[in-house]
């Protein structure tokens, strides 16, 4: 009978664009490419083709956390062609096996369509700059971009904690150590308690995903480093009220005042399919803390934070809907795009609707009936 390769899926997945692999029984092995998912013509998996597969790439430590914990994560090379992050996990009692492709090549501001001032910001000696959106919206790349800037422009030491490690640097201008949750420590929380031992100039969290480590984040840039990482959230103000909410209220006005004066910028981005539905382009929400800004989250006013972001364009601050508006109006989205990745997609859809008119383009009945839901 014919068997899967392993070898021949991650080369599929390089030569073709994709972005993630999904291995799982009773399909064929699943491409995403451009953001659709794509079977190839294979024979349909079955469970001991998926345990096969696992064992192929799965370090004997990752098999023996799956045996005893039902998930495991790590990554590793695909010669020079690429990297890939894996999550192998357990469901219905067989194995699924889910890469996601990482790029060998370091994208630059430009390529990624970074606003400029990002690099100023980069050159900073201290503060907090946090790159949020939902998984698979390209925070991990996006961050890689500003730490390669940093690594080729100025002699800093920059460490990374990450989970597991995705884009691997070489020393340039500066010296750069990673560690990788799981092989080289326990967790993000003990890393960070023992950075500050370490001399760094530059500190990368992977993500901040408890108290622990977003308080040891915030002692890190209050202490005169500069630090980045991620959150799953979906909009600047979102962001410190999601930071804020995470600790006791007790604490919360003492966290309030410690992100204003530390927090430097937040980026929110979505991964959108081009119309011409090949190829992806990133749509932004960016905020520079601002001495208004910092005085709103003192305040605990967040609630006008998007109206600081819309004054704020000569620093290159946007709204997201304001850049997935000018990526639709230039015809680079589709509507249903727009809306999709919209925060308020019931004014970006009445907006549209009103160019369409004043365009002499009728509306279709659809469009117009969707008005009231995206509004509620």
């Known amino acids: 009978m014919a068997t899967v390769n392993m ?18 029984v009773g399909r064929s092995p699943v491409l995403r490419i451009d953001g659709q998912l794509r079977s190839l013509e294979t024979k349909v998996l079955e469970p001991d083709d998926t345990v096969a597969l696992m064992k ?22 695909y010669g020079d062609a690429a990297r890939f992050r894996v999550s192998i996990f357990r469901q219905k009692g067989s194995i699924t096996v889910v890469l996601r492709l990482i790029p060998t ?33 390209g ?47 326990p967790s993000f929380a003990e890393a960070l308690r023992r950075v500050l031992r370490m001399d760094p100039d530059v500190i990368l969290v992977g993500e901040l995903r408890d108290l622990e480590t977003i308080e040891s984040a915030i002692r890190a840039a209050e202490t005169g480093h500069l630090v980045f990482s991620t959150l799953h959230t979906t909009s600047a103000a979102g962001t410190i009220t999601r930071i804020i909410d995470v600790f006791p209220v007790n604490q919360q006005e003492q966290i ?26 990133a749509a932004y929400e960016f905020m520079v803390v601002t001495p208004a800004i910092a005085n709103l989250i003192r305040e605990n006013k967040t609630y006008r934070i998007d109206s600081s972001i819309q004054t704020g364009r000569k620093l290159g601050m946007q709204l997201l809907d304001e850049h997935l508006w000018k ?29 369409m008119k004043s365009m002499g383009v009728s509306t279709t009945a659809e469009l117009e009936d969707i008005g009231p839901i995206l509004r509620t």
Do not use: W
């Not at 021949?8 to 994709?18: D, E, F, I, K, N």
């Not at 799965?58 to 023996?64: G, I, L, V, W, Y």
């Not at 890689?144 to 640097?169: Q, S």
């Not at 308020?344 to 160019?355: E, F, H, T, V, Y």
């Open 327 to 355: 990526l639709y109006d230039t015809g680079k989205i589709t509507l249903e795009e727009m809306l999709d990745k919209s925060r308020q997609p019931g004014m970006l859809q009445d907006k549209a609707m009103a160019r």
């Open 56 to 77: 192929s790439i799965a370090p004997d430590r990752n098999q023996q956390e799956l045996q005893e914990e039902g998930g495991t994560d790590f990554g590793f090379a």
């Open 256 to 281: 309030r005042t410690q992100l204003s004066a530390n927090l430097m910028a937040v980026l929110s981005q979505a991964l959108c399919p081009l119309a011409t539905g090949r190829g992806r382009i």
């Open 7 to 24: 070898d021949r899926l991650l080369q599929a997945c390089v030569s073709q664009g994709a972005s993630d692999i999904h291995l799982v």
């Open 105 to 137: 090549k370091i994208m630059t501001f430009e390529e990624i369509g970074l606003p400029k001032i990002c690099a100023a910001l980069c050159r900073r000696p201290r503060g907090m700059f946090l790159v949020t959106g939902p998984t698979g919206c």
């Open 139 to 185: 925070k991990t790349t996006t961050l890689a971009c500003m730490v390669n800037y940093i690594n080729e422009n100025f002699d800093r030491h920059i460490i990374t904690v990450e989970e597991p490690i995705e884009y691997y640097h070489n020393h340039k201008k500066s010296i750069i150590n990673q560690r990788e949750v799981g092989v080289d420590v």
